[in-house]
């Protein structure tokens, strides 16, 4: 996206720049997003555009205007040391009125529409408590905030739902600080708190020492969930999914595929690795090695589906007829024309609108015993009888183990 800044009158009538990201829908809920101690750097510009993505109005104010307008710092050791000085500088309760200048000013715009929410990082973590305390913001989200436990005295003015999330390791809020703010949290129910075990300050930064993905991540996703819930907007990523698998199993039209996902999207069958990142890639996968490479008679059985914020998690039975290459799920094996059944499961991100990734896990010793790849005798393996079992609850358990079972399982 092409940078774009708003001009933000303060209430003591001096003017700042806030950084905004625009939803290719045009108009959507407010989010202002508040910044490290680096100001509005790439981290931040990237997190406004990727929040524009899943359908918000976003804007990053520059908080240290008062100092020095347009800061822009990275996270090596000079840098740091420049943040630290601006931040010792730093008036915050001056940035909780700029912060409420730039919700009134983001009111204003004509492309907002309905509510308004604040997420922060590190000291942003403090002023999105501090603004739900002292605004009128309508949700809000605090990773690892720097000096909570001196602002626990503003907790019962917070009214709004809040979450919060707590490296296990911080090294700026070690356990016996963490328990206390989380102590004066809990007294707040419409305060959600989640700790992230093993990570340190600042996981959800890419470019920094202590990035952890699989929390950064799971971060994000109770984070949208929040605001989902409060501010909206809420897709029906159920008909989503459904569309985009009859383009690819009922239609097979790649052309028609490709445009329900985002513009660079991935997709990753995790038991072979195949699939694609990003357009280009994903559209010569899906041409060549996935939508055309099915048998005729590929049947989806649907056995469950749970719909969250930002996912679809899909429990299905995969069945065919192995009477061509299927490149996606057994490369390189020529047809063996025996039939087979696998139970699957897709776990399916989505961002705004559009499908994001696509992680498919199924059991691959079941398929290659099945088609005579392998052969199970002696083996931990089930072949048919692991998608049958799925459909029909009454079918025996245990048989892999044998006397064992037999014995612990006399009836």
């Known amino acids: 996206m092409s940078e774009s800044f708003i001009e933000v009158v303060a209430q003591d009538g001096g003017r700042f720049n806030a950084y905004i990201a625009r939803p290719a829908q045009g108009s959507g809920p407010g989010l202002v997003l508040l910044q490290e101690i680096f100001g509005i750097n790439d981290y931040l510009k990237g997190m406004a555009d990727r929040y524009a993505e899943e359908g918000y109005v976003v804007v990053v104010p520059d908080l240290f205007w008062r100092m020095k307008p347009g800061i822009q710092l990275g996270y090596g050791e000079a840098d740091m040391k420049q943040a630290l000085g601006y931040l010792e500088r730093f008036d915050i309760d001056r940035a909780v009125d700029d912060i409420a200048a730039t919700m009134a000013a983001l009111r204003a715009l004509p492309e907002q529409a309905g509510k308004i929410g604040a997420i922060g990082y590190c000291l942003g973590g403090k002023l999105a408590m501090l603004s739900a305390a002292r605004t009128d913001v309508d949700c809000a989200v605090s990773y690892y905030g720097v000096g909570l436990e001196a602002l626990l005295d503003e907790v019962p003015a917070i009214r709004c739902p809040m979450v919060f999330h707590f490296p296990e390791q911080d090294s700026y809020c ?63 990523l159920n008909a989503l999914w459904e569309q985009h698998c009859y383009y690819e199993f009922v239609t097979r039209d790649v052309d028609a595929v490709m445009p329900t996902m985002v513009a660079e999207p991935y997709v990753n069958h995790v038991p072979t690795m195949t699939g694609g990142v990003g357009h280009d890639h994903l559209k010569r996968f899906y041409t060549h090695h996935f939508v055309h490479s099915n048998p005729e008679d590929t049947k989806l059985i649907p056995i469950s589906r749970t719909i969250g914020a930002d996912r679809v998690v899909d429990e299905f039975v995969f069945s065919c007829t192995h009477t061509c290459e299927i490149d996606w799920l057994l490369p390189g094996v020529a047809p063996t024309g025996k039939y087979f059944e696998v139970p699957m499961l897709a776990v399916v991100c989505f961002r705004g609108d559009k499908l994001y990734n696509e992680h498919i896990y199924w059991d691959q010793a079941s398929v290659l015993a099945q088609v005579g790849l392998i052969d199970p005798k002696g083996l931990p393996v089930a072949g048919i009888e692991s998608a049958r079992k799925l459909l029909d609850e009454s079918l025996p358990s245990n048989q892999l183990m044998g006397a064992k079972a037999a014995r612990s399982n006399p009836a």
Do not use: N, W
């Not at 340190?200 to 984070?223: L, N, V």
């Open 174 to 236: 070690p356990p016996e600080t963490r328990e206390r703010i989380s102590a004066a949290l809990k007294t707040r129910p419409q305060i959600e708190q989640y700790v992230y075990p093993g990570c340190d300050h600042a996981f959800a930064t890419p470019g920094r020492a202590h990035y952890d993905k699989p929390a950064t991540m799971m971060a994000y996703s109770r984070s949208l969930a929040m605001l989902r819930k409060v501010l909206g907007p809420v897709y029906d």
